[in-house]
């Protein structure tokens, strides 16, 4: 079944001489449980779309379907909680003077009505911390820590998607692994889809079901991810995969 849909999106900042088309016509499909990867080099539309996806703009032209139904520019709470996003730099995605258990009951609260409870117990537990951590603040955490703490917020919302841009691009090899390895499990755990950006292949394959190459906002490849980096039918993701190779 698919969850979510963009058909033909475009997206141009700026007018007249100082127009950018930052999207050129990209569509994609996110089915029920499944994590779809976009990949392409800096500047390749990857956040724009997450951006129009989230609602934190609109597309210049074309649209977005969640279960097959159009979602218009102004979003409803119950739109804004199915989809939550995360972000690079946890610890900057967190309101330095609350506690983290505070800054998840505020997002909470926000989205799912102001009588809304949170587990912090069953969170914490799901992001694999322990639960002391929510009562500090997000500097007396680690980057690692941080991170887990933004997926538990988001996931506080009750999502049917997570859109994560970049989510372990500032952590170290090795929690790095950790992240992607949390986040397989809780999509399975909680069937959960997500959007997974990233400019790095390797990370793709590890985690992602399906990706969808951008280049200059335009589609250039989707498909399996074993059929587009095993045997990239493109030049442009060839290249893209030989430079991950070297690395
Ligand atoms: N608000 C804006 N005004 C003008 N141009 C913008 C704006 N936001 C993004 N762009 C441009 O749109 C293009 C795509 O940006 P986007 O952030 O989607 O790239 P990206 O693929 O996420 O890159 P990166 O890997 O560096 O994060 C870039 O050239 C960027 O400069
Ligand atoms: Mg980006």
């Known amino acids: 079944m698919i969850v979510l849909e963009g058909r033909d999106l475009t997206k141009v900042y700026g007018r007249h001489k100082t127009a950018f088309h930052a999207l050129r016509g990209v569509s994609f499909r996110l089915k029920d449980g499944e994590i779809l990867g976009l990949a ?17 703009e609109p597309p210049t032209s074309g649209s977005i379907l969640l ?29 330095p003077r609350r506690t983290i258990a505070d800054s998840i009951t505020e997002s909470v609260r926000t989205l799912r009505g102001k009588n809304a409870s949170v587990d912090f117990a069953a969170l914490a537990d799901l992001v694999g911390l322990p639960a002391v951590l929510m009562e500090r603040y997000p500097r007396q955490l680690s980057g690692g820590q941080c991170q887990r703490m933004a997926i538990a917020r988001a996931m506080a919302a009750e999502p049917e998607i997570l859109l994560c841009d970049e989510i372990t691009s500032a952590l170290d090899v090795s929690s790095q692994a950790q992240i992607l390895r949390l986040l397989a499990e809780i999509c399975r755990k909680k069937h959960t889809s997500a959007i997974f950006v990233s400019h790095d292949l390797a990370v793709i394959r590890c985690l992602c079901d399906r990706v969808t190459i951008l280049r200059g906002g335009a589609l250039i490849e989707e498909g399996e991810v074993a059929q587009v980096i095993g045997a990239p039918k493109e030049a442009y993701t060839r290249k893209l995969v030989d430079s991950v190779l070297e690395i």
């Open 40 to 56: 392409g080099e800096s500047g390749s539309g990857k956040s724009t779309i997450l951006k129009l996806i989230s609602g934190l």
């Open 67 to 95: 279960h097959g139904r159009e979602l218009s520019p102004r979003r409803t709470k119950e739109e804004y909680r199915t989809m939550q996003m995360i972000f690079q730099s946890a610890t900057a995605s967190f309101h």
